[in-house]
């Protein structure tokens, strides 16, 4: 189209918004397009200059008193024809921030490619969202920026609420958003805490979400209202038998004598908790062996079961502090043939959790040992448990303590509740919180601070990071902050914190955080050129990992199709400006105190890129719905997984009163208001969104866009529904035992979509769940932690 500089273009532009409020007027003006003032949907007729050239960006200005959030803002009459700009972003008010938004067009762009025209204006946002390190930031920010989680504890309030901060020599840890309130007058080394935890504007829950996890969430407190009604005034009171634990799942529960009756025949069916399917199924199968021992590759926590490698089993902590360092399990307790057999599993929290003991053992209502627990492959495919081994270090003038129990021995359901105590603290703090939502902030903040939203890798993992960041700053208000709910329902009590530093420290490490090595590190699988993947399991029955690898395999097909789009070459990779800023920021600032290890992956081609880019989505997706959405099917019933342990095992200290198992186990157990309080969080945690986004089903508009990208989508969209049957097929094989059978929960939570509520189906949630409280706005949340 040929026109003189004088000529204009008739444009219409049309901005689709949510308002707080109705407004009467509107105008557009031009500053590189701006749109000054919003109606819910308006539109009007502006001229540019013909010479004007292709739009590659809008500037927006909010001239209104209130935020508002724009959708979409569409052009009619160029060139081309329309171009569609889709924002899904807040425009704060010009009198808060008169700096304008910037909203670019869906075409990617590389640095070195990016038109002239849209040159400074790219670096110009980045420097907005970096900020300038400095002051506390508000609720309209956007700013990105680092810290160490130093407002955990809260000094100012008590001296039992000071807490240490997590991240430097002391105390390793991944870095957290920099909210910048002012440091604690009684401990300068902590920040004080307020009702506002900062998080940029665009990472706040939307207002649908919010408002189904509010209702969520009054629901389950109603739940657990009236065993917490009971124990007003002992906090530590146990449930008295297991009929009462039952009636929580019971419409015809009886409530207290002394409430009014009318009232609660009300809400009767309100204030019960919904059976896990766990418990449906089976209402005693949380106390069989074999379901202990399944749960191990098909349960709540498939992360932790790893094969037996040495023999005899050996701690590699200081025998002068922790005493003697070869376990008490002998060969007399295994088969001979299976260690050489790779047949011998265990789960090891002996090295992590020993060196806590004592001090945990100086606090109220809980205990604490190391633990081995070993299990044997049976021909069938099944794991048969053999042995537990509970170690506490000496202390004092008090030699080290140590016993070994066996399925025979009468304590042996006792010892399984400490090891299932303990595997629930792993699982909560190192698997789930410090795996999928801790150590995935720092390339959440890089990547922003870094990444061009006209990035292709930006947008490729920006669908992954949703609203994890509100869900940790949710996390930090009120779950693993000092007196939270971490501290007050699980066995390392004020100490959770500081062991999910020392796991981060002796255990993180990016290069294993893939599922292939993962599994390869812990035994469960190991190199074969002839099996599928290149990889053969060691329990060809986990069903964790049988369906996570075809998962993994699946997401990397997808990320090397895209990123042999848009990095055809090597060349490419490394003079990327914005791609190594982000990595090396993501090393040396996200996850400062491991920034020296030399496992740290180097972007220098594109089997480096792919395996850091799937990695990373890996985690943010699958990883996180293995870890989260069956937390009620198989927690929901404490017993089959309970929280804490509270009691000594009763042969630590020899008496002659004769042991009552039920009684034991009720007094161990977590009391009503530890139960239900869990039961509550869990309920919450595992439900799913109506308006849940899951992978491959949610296509981003630069992907539409371009002919080979979509096509690549399609075809991961594709081979997802194909796997969702190929799960079916699996959990309907009578031949797999551990997701097949009389009582058997089948596996599900790697399935690709899932129904809204308490489903155990779960996966490839691009958002992980939650919301602790209501939110405002119209951005999507989820608490998840």
Avoid at 252 to 260: G, R, S
Avoid at 269 to 281: I, V
Avoid at 326 to 352: C, G, P, R, W
């Amino acid at each position: 189209m040929s026109t003189s500089n004088s000529e204009t273009l008739k444009v219409k532009a049309m901005v689709t918004a949510m308002l707080p409020q109705n407004l009467s007027s509107f105008s557009i003006g031009i500053d590189d397009l701006v749109a000054k003032t919003f109606l819910l949907e308006f539109s009007d007729n502006i001229d540019i200059p013909a010479n004007f050239g292709e739009v590659g960006a809008v500037c927006v200005e909010n001239e209104h008193e209130q935020e508002m959030f724009l959708i979409k803002i569409q052009l009619t009459g160029l060139p081309k024809g329309t171009l569609t700009i889709n924002c899904s972003s807040w425009a704060h008010p010009k009198s808060q921030n008169p700096v304008k938004r910037i909203f670019f067009t869906h075409k990617s762009y590389l640095p070195s490619q990016t038109p002239e025209g849209l040159k400074n204006r790219r670096e110009m946002e980045l420097e907005i969202l970096r900020g300038d390190g400095r002051g506390e930031l508000k609720t309209f920010d956007r700013i990105y920026d680092y810290d160490v989680y130093n407002d955990l504890g809260n000094p100012d309030e008590s001296e039992q609420k000071k807490r240490p901060a997590l991240g430097g020599k002391a105390h390793p840890y991944p870095r957290r958003c920099r909210t910048g309130r002012p440091l604690s007058v009684k401990d300068p080394s902590s920040e004080q805490r307020s009702s506002v935890f900062y998080v940029p504007r665009d990472e706040v829950f939307s207002k649908i979400k919010g408002e189904n996890f509010t209702a969520n969430e009054v629901v389950s407190v109603l739940h657990s209202l009236i065993p917490q009604i009971e124990a007003l005034g002992d906090p530590d009171q146990s449930f008295q038998s297991f009929e009462r634990i039952n009636e929580l799942f019971d419409e015809n529960i009886q409530f207290p004598q002394h409430k009014p009756p009318g009232l609660f025949a009300v809400f009767r069916k309100a204030l019960r908790f919904e059976a896990p399917e766990l418990y449906k199924r089976d209402k005693h199968g949380w106390s069989r062996d074999e379901e202990f021992a399944r749960q191990t590759v098909a349960g709540m926590n498939p992360f932790s079961i790893q094969l037996v490698k040495k023999w005899p089993l050996k701690s590699n902590l200081n025998p002068n502090i922790y005493g003697d360092p070869v376990s008490l399990i002998t060969k007399e307790l295994i088969e001979q043939e299976a260690l050489n057999d790779k047949k011998l599993f265990m789960l090891d929290y002996h090295d992590l959790f020993l060196p806590y003991v004592n001090k945990v053992r100086e606090l109220k209502g809980t205990t604490l040992y190391g633990s081995r627990t070993l299990f044997f492959l049976k021909e069938d495919g099944t794991l048969r448990s053999l042995a537990i081994e509970l170690t506490q270090p000496p202390r004092n003038d008090e030699p080290q303590w140590r016993q070994v129990y066996t399925p025979r021995n009468c304590f042996w359901p006792l010892a399984k509740a400490h090891v299932l105590a303990y595997d629930s603290a792993y699982h909560e703090l190192v698997a789930h919180w410090l795996r999928s939502h801790c150590c995935t902030e720092p390339y959440i903040i890089a990547a922003n601070r870094q990444l061009s939203a006209m990035h292709p890798i930006y947008r490729l993992l920006c669908p992954h990071f949703r609203y994890t960041m509100e869900i940790n700053s949710l996390a930090r208000k009120g779950l693993i902050n000092a007196g939270g709910i971490i501290e007050t329902t699980f066995s390392a009590k004020k100490y959770s914190m500081e062991f999910s530093s020392a796991a981060y420290d002796k255990l993180w490490r990016f290069d294993m955080e893939s599922l292939p090595a993962d599994l390869i590190r812990r035994g469960m699988a190991f190199e074969d050129p002839n099996a599928k993947h290149g990889l053969q399991l060691t329990i060809p029955d986990y069903p964790y990992a049988k369906d996570g690898l075809d998962l993994w395999f699946i997401i990397k097909k997808w990320v090397t199709n895209y990123m042999s789009h848009y990095y055809p070459t090597v060349d490419l990779i490394e003079s990327d400006k914005e791609l190594q800023a982000w990595w090396t920021e993501v090393r040396t600032r996200g996850h400062e105190d491991k920034k020296d290890e030399p496992w740290w992956p180097v972007l220098k081609n594109q089997e480096n890129l792919v395996q850091v880019m799937t990695t990373i989505i890996w985690v943010a997706s699958a990883h996180h719905a293995a870890a989260n959405f069956g937390q009620y099917m198989y927690g929901g019933y404490f017993p089959n997984h309970p929280t804490i342990a509270r009691t000594d095992m009763p042969t630590e200290v020899m008496t002659d009163e004769k042991f009552d198992a039920e009684t034991a186990l009720l007094l161990c157990f977590p009391s009503k208001v530890q139960a239900t309080t869990v039961m509550a969080v869990f309920e919450v945690l595992s439900n799913h969104s109506p308006d849940e986004e899951y992978l491959g089903k949610t296509k981003e508009p630069s992907w539409e866009e371009d002919l080979i990208i979509n096509n690549a989508f399609e075809q991961f969209a594709q081979e997802l529904m194909d796997f969702e049957n190929i799960i079916n097929k699996r959990n309907n094989d009578q031949t797999l035992r551990n997701r097949n059978g009389f009582h058997v929960i089948p596996y599900e939570l790697l399935k690709p979509v899932s129904g809204p509520g308490v489903t155990g189906k779960v996966l490839l949630t691009i958002t992980n769940p939650g919301g602790i409280e209501e939110q405002k706005g119209d951005g999507v949340e989820d608490f998840a932690w």
